[in-house]
DNA sequence: AATGAATGAGCCTTCATTCAT
DNA sequence: GATGAATGAAGGCTCATTCAT
């Protein structure tokens, strides 16, 4: 197989382990006997498996800005609902105790060292939620004086309930109202006010 | 050392190593060795690392509830404001990387077997939010028709919110501003509509 | 307690133990326990584990003499076949894995150095069985030139025969009807041979 | 050192380590020393230390098998004979203290779960003393109407009292006499009588 | 007479990683 | 490009035993 290919199909079996098992539950072991490898040829495409999570990162970055950018709604409000509505579906499709493929590295032991990397995906979707509220602003959906970062953080913050909701084993008490709630409220708080 | 000073010990010392080395971090090595004590003798007072797990998880119970419980505002809209501020605060004080203890070990590896009892204690802390809530629609400060067990999971999710926030080192972002707008609008929500 | 008592006691436990769990499975924690002492009073009586045990191989001894010593039937033929029903019943009566108790010495790791001391307990149980010989001799019932040792040794052969079976679990096919016959097979080889 | 090899020489070792200190004298530290690798080494090749033990138990099984099929003598009552002296043989070679390997299984701790596959050994060795009693009915050197079962068990018994013997320390009393009878009798019970 | 507190040594097992091939 | 063989370090836990009180 092509190294390139390998490596691709290393990091596809890492996520679907990490969903099976969480984070820790990723050995080397595993992703070689998932992946049809040996353990060293994991070596010889990933330095460690820091390595390969790290990689596995990359693409939970892509599959976490698929939820973002799942909703093509010009309406930027509509929009934001919808992309609350795919975190929802997404969440639910998992099993209980693993929650968001991003989340599963967020609870990841400090001492992995993928902080910063995880800093940086989330620094990303922040932005494109940034965009998105930018582009409400411009077309008049968002009241052009909120804090578009301050917004985005608020969105962000109840993803992070919901998966929360979801690894703690809750989901089905918060999912159903408290999360809608908040996000609509949040919706609320930044749409723009008709005119008096 | 009397058995109970030494347990009580044992349980410190391990509260704070995990917020040194988060829960999969503490070992029952780093425990006896932090407790200056030989392993075994961690097993006279406990019957396995998952026992003295459980006994820290007592002791962030109380800590919690000390933190929901750190206002005595009569005006019960003040005293959601300034338990919200007291999480702030103590999450402050922790290193960077470590969350509020509660929520180490909502990102504890499930195998531990720990989430049934997080579950218990994450309730009893819902429960006591209600109560607030409630003692608010019968001072006449929260509108009587908002659902409290609703409005306390929203809280909640505001203090996950700022748990994850700090574990992800993006407190300095997120404490500042979003954390608190969106306590507010919560806030701002369920407080009694002044008469027209 | 008086020492006497507290030691009578200790081996009592034991001895019960060994039945519940076998040599093994006897540990000094689970003697204390039984006993209803602290672990370090064992020592106050017995200087080691070993102690205890060889303290519990005299009682055995007894217990074992007790079987054969539980027939006074005057005819020695008769009165073997009565010792070899009472080894049988004793053996129905214990759990499927616990042989007879001296036997679970028998099967007791070596590096205990309890041997010697087995060794001369089995002695002294075959000398019991040299005299009841002697006694069917001079009674008449057995052939005088009958070697008393040798018959002595074949019987305890056949205890051991029942043991084993009850051990590894076959006591069901052996104890019906193998192991009877094979004590009959010595009876009749060593009984008097009526004249012509 | 390939994996079969090495493998084989982990048995091989382990089963030398039964001879030297018991099973539950053999632990993994032991045989990996004995074996000249690392402890975990021991994990490529088996799942456990049971795992091993169960491949030991095998080798046991064919060096009893080779007992049993030791003489192809084909009168059968001598090639019974000629088994029990070549069990008597093999039992001298062994050091004081130590059975017959199998028969360190019989006396190994219940808890390790071997007790089935024992039996199942124990149970093929007894189909082989069947089968040849089966021959020499055929062959008419036995008594038709002698139950090959019951017979085949009280030979085996013969087994076990020299390997008791062995493991007691008392075979040289037991090897030069009472065994031998104890054969001989049942030899003599089975065999055709001759016609008056 | 008894024990409370403690432990050194050891057990079986898993993990991420290396190196020669 | 891949792997077969191997391992150092560690993990949670149990055991018989000691010593001061």
Known sequence: ???????????????????????Q???TARIAAAAGVAEPT????????RGMLLAVLEVVRAQAAAITGS??????LERIREIGEAHRANL???KRGFADPFFEFVTAPASLGLR???????QSLLNRMVAIIDEGKSQGSIQPEIDSVEAAWRITGFFWFEDVAHLLGVQDEVLSGPSIKSLESIITEIAARPPA
Chains 1, 2, 3, 4 share one sequence.
């Open 116 to 122: 910063d990397d995880l800093r940086e995906v989330n």
């Open 42 to 49: 994991l070596y010889r495409h990933f330095g460690s498996r």
């Open 71 to 76: 909703s093509q709604n010009p309406d930027v």
């Open 1 to 23: 197989m092509a190294p390139e290919e390998r490596k691709k199909q290393i990091v596809d079996v890492t996520l679907g382990l990490i969903g099976k098992h969480g984070i």
């Open 25 to 27: 539950g990723v050995t």
């Open 92 to 94: 639910i499709r998992h």
